[in-house]
């Protein structure tokens, strides 16, 4: 009965480096939802996608940022060119159906940006 | 524009005390709300939720209270106990709508 899952857990890139992470949902969920969390801040939502869609990606930064959820395999949440202010933890949560219904949440990516 | 609040960022209770969290929000669209519980080094957990159909919901040691007039609600833990220490997040969403917006969460210390 695997949750979901996210790696890798810890995360160190220099600045102007890639950073890539990847989020399995739990068997079953085809709603994937990343949140961002700053140091001595609340979960800010980020982007939801279902299977090959990205249904809201309001909370994203426009630049640097992407999310795709391919048909086969997780999802990943990639950053180009990092800045030390995208250091924090990345939590990816899972769902059976639309937002209004409990999210699992994996353990978290700590990507520390040097 | 923080449309979850949670203005106490920290709580302690004795061991055996009502434990009382409170979160505000803003935005009257919202029609569900749920609380979290995060440790350190792991992901949030779900705890409760209620629907904005009900003024109460219930689940063991842990009831929620919603206020919609005062767009409040509040989660109480009875009795506390030491593993409840945590991080807890109030949170909301709307039918329709595809964000849960969390609060900054409080922490709660559980004294033995």
């Known amino acids: 009965n695997a949750g979901v899952m996210q790696n890798p857990r810890h995360l160190v890139r220099r600045r102007g480096q890639e950073a890539r992470l990847r989020c399995s949902p739990m068997?079953?969920?085809?709603?994937v939802y990343w949140y961002r969390q700053l140091p001595e801040e609340g979960l800010k939502f980020m982007v939801y996608l279902q299977k090959e869609n990205i249904i809201d990606e309001s909370g994203m930064p426009k630049e640097r940022f992407s999310a795709e959820f391919p048909k086969e395999g997780p999802s990943i949440l990639r950053i180009q060119q990092v800045v030390r202010g995208d250091s924090a933890a990345y939590f990816c949560?899972?769902?059976?159906?639309?937002?209004?219904?409990?999210?699992?949440f994996g353990p978290g990516t700590r990507l520390t940006v040097l | 524009d923080q449309q979850v609040k949670q203005n106490s960022p920290s709580l302690s209770v004795q061991e055996g005390r009502i434990s009382i969290l409170n979160c505000d929000y803003t935005n009257s669209m919202f029609d569900y709300f749920l609380w979290y519980k995060k440790y350190p080094a792991e992901g949030p957990t779900f705890l409760i939720s209620i629907s904005s159909i009900k003024d109460k919901n219930e689940d063991g040691r842990f009831t929620v209270f919603l206020n919609k007039s005062a767009k409040h609600l509040s989660l109480h833990i009875v009795p506390s106990q030491p593993g409840d220490s945590a991080v807890y997040f109030c949170?909301?969403?709307?039918?329709?709508?595809?964000?849960?917006?969390f609060g900054a969460g409080t922490r709660l210390f559980v004294k033995a």
């Open positions: 068997k079953g969920h085809s709603h």
């Open positions: 949560a899972s769902s059976r159906g639309r937002q209004d219904n409990e999210q699992f």
């Open positions: 949170a909301a969403s709307y039918t329709g709508g595809f964000k849960t917006i």
